[in-house]
């Protein structure tokens, strides 16, 4: 995106693989939940969201070691002008699907057509933006845009490619369970018990071990994925020995509920990776396109009855600091004070529409600690009084007499996620505010969320160092009414639109960090989030036959960092 990438063109592996690793050996790993699809490119239905990085490929790939770069997957060479209108990609002459048969540009032609038409709405708006894609040479396609945005350029190279061969004149959006996507990368789906287990195998010929970025990649031979009801079996499974690694996302569980026998024999290891990836968002998202939460003031009456403090000393020891922004932990964090310089004249168009505190300094209330949070619950208060709620009789009432009440969406698999509620109600009893929770299965949360059917929802927005035009997708005005975005929350505003313009068309480093940090500032002002709290290391434990590379990338345990770089010691 701007200057040059950081491994030199004859580079032989990423930098956190080991091209030397050995090949061979099985796992096993959990999710929770279900699944009703194995195809993960569609809207219908829910697939393992490991699907997508094990059996299909895009043109580019990204390096979790740096922000803003990619490298040559299925293609071979890219080239693309000074103004970035156009992008070109060569394919790989070697480039093969799990079936052997080669992968051609009539199959990325159609790949980004039937995507950007049937697949999943996250795909489509690239596709909205590309004004032809056409075959320039055996090999070769060019991809041409209609619109000014240096971004397009690579996340042209992003997109998963499907064989035409299999779906043309088939009904792609609405395909069955035993309709499996046939795709080129490194593993296949070999067999599979509905909502139960999936088998992934690592194709001996995969065509692309000796390419560079895939050296060292993909080592084990059989992942098998289990899923079960919730975090809790799953973790039984786990000190049982039926799964072999686990992700730990909380601190107060990771010291003390880590001591069974296999961990004191060194069966079992506990691993943990520094990252210097945003926190991004975890907490609970308010529904600006219902009452009561299209009003700011209620919005800023939820967190501040949110006892943040008390909550995480009680679930986590209080070793996890609370998420202070969408970008905190990172240099595009929004820096607090008014704002100032480049920022400040990016906001300034926007200034008589922006939420109180974007422009002067928002953040996030602190309490004592203690169980009462009196001065939260006083803040609380204030705020529904100016929004024209009182408390009558013990419970919160608006002007025409209607109770404040609402329900909290959430899976049935969290049950920390179902704690955090549990303690956040009784505090909004103290305010005369009945809250419940909605527990579903995972197919009804996503299908929920798809169609914005929630008052309130636990919301967990990953974002990276390289945000770009997938912000549109999470905040921008057009997805706030596109069922199967990702804008929870439903926020339409002019200023966040432009900062996201801004941060797609910035020519220097220096003003895509002053256009997200506004961004930061406008998000975190609108009060659209309860916060939670933020993960600044990643925690995996996981058998000791399974080893991983000395170095660690910049974003730690990235999307796939396990098991996509370890392998299997047979030695053990």
Known sequence: MYGTPALPPDFVSLPYANPQAPKGGAIVLGNTGGFDSLNPFVRKGTAPWQLAFFTHETLMGRSWDEPFSLYGLLAESVEVPQDRSWVEFTLRPEARFSDGSPVTVEDVIFSYDMLGSEGHPRYHGLRAQIDSIVQTGPRTVRMTFNTENRELALLAGMRPILSKAQWEGRDFANA??????????????????????????????????????????????????????????????????????????????????????????????????????????????????????????????????????????????????????????????????????????????????????????????????????????????????????????????????????????????????????????????????????????????????????????????????????????????????????????GVKSPAIDAMIDTMVNATTTQDFIAATRALDRVLTAGRYVVPFWQFTQDRIAHIAEMKYPDHVPLYGDGPNYMPEVWWIDAER
């Open 176 to 489: 069955a369970l035993a309709d499996i996507p046939l795709g080129s990368g490194p593993y296949s789906v070999t067999n599979y018990q509905a909502g139960r287990q999936v088998t992934l195998t690592r194709n001996p010929d995969y065509w692309g071990k000796d390419v560079p970025f895939r050296r060292g990649t993909h080592n084990i031979d059989q992942i098998k994925l289990d899923f079960y009801g919730d975090a809790n079996v799953l973790f039984e499974a786990f000190k049982a020995g039926e799964i072999s690694a686990l992700r730990e996302f909380n601190a107060e569980t990771w010291a003390t509920q880590y001591d069974f026998p296999a961990v004191t024999r060194g069966d079992i290891v506990k691993s943990t990776f520094a990252h210097k990836k945003p926190s991004g968002m975890t907490g609970f998202v308010m529904n600006t396109r219902r009452a009561p939460f299209d009003d700011i003031r209620v919005r800023d009456a939820m967190i501040a009855a949110f006892n943040f403090e008390y909550i995480n000393e009680t679930l986590t020891g209080g070793a996890q600091p609370r998420i202070a922004s969408y970008f905190s932990n990172s240099p595009l964090a929004m820096t607090h004070g008014p704002a100032e310089g480049r920022v400040a004249e990016l906001l300034a168009p926007f200034q008589d529409s922006l939420p109180q505190g974007a422009m002067e300094d928002y953040a996030l209330p602190v309490s004592d600690g203690s169980a009462r949070n009196r001065n939260g619950i006083r803040a609380a208060m204030k705020a529904l009084q100016e929004a024209g709620y009182s408390a009558q009789g013990g419970i919160m009432r608006d002007a025409n007499g209607k109770p404040l009440s609402f329900r909290i969406l959430m899976s049935k698999g969290s049950t920390e996620n179902m704690a955090i509620a549990e303690l956040y109600i009784q505090a909004l009893k103290r305010l005369g505010i009945e809250a419940t929770v909605e527990a579903v299965d995972d197919a009804q949360f996503v299908a929920r969320n798809a169609e914005f059917d929630f008052d309130m929802a636990i919301f967990r927005r990953a974002l990276s160092l390289s945000p770009g035009n997938e912000q549109r997708y999470y905040w921008g005005s057009d997805a706030a009414d596109q069922p199967g975005s990702r804008n929870l929350m």
